[in-house]
């Protein structure tokens, strides 16, 4: 299973996110659940560093499967209104794929 966990300060913007383990939905290469979370994710963190000029810290297990992004706090306020928009785009997306395939991914706040 894909467990997802977003972490949000104390105004509610959100300060990480981590996405570990597999989904197993399908065999290597054909699993639609896994592709989907890598696509929703890797999207988000690329849309920031490539439309804001905007690197936020990554972690990124060896073997996939584990995935973490951190959102420095001492970033500009334009900057973090930008980022802190496409993190919800992101979280939205990742709530469908909950929704359509909550056997195979869990996420938490």
């Known amino acids: 299973m ?3 966990t977003i972490k949000r300060n104390d105004q509610h913007a959100i300060d990480s996110f981590t996405i570990t ?4 939905f399908a065999k290597r290469g054909s ?4 592709a989907g979370v890598s696509a929703v994710s890797y999207g988000a963190i690329n849309s920031i ?3 804001l000029s905007f690197t936020p810290d990554i972690e ?3 073997e996939g499967g584990f995935l973490r992004c951190t959102i420095p706090s001492d970033i500009e306020e334009a900057v ?5 928009l496409l993190l919800e785009g992101m979280v939205v997306s990742l709530e469908t794929i909950e929704r359509d395939y909550g056997n195979y991914i869990t996420i938490s706040k």
Do not use: F, R
């Open 2 to 4: 894909i467990k997802v």
């Open 21 to 24: 383990g597999h989904a197993n």
């Open 31 to 34: 699993d639609i659940v896994c």
């Open 49 to 51: 560093i490539k439309l």
């Open 60 to 62: 990124q297990g060896a």
């Open 80 to 84: 973090q209104e930008k980022v802190q």
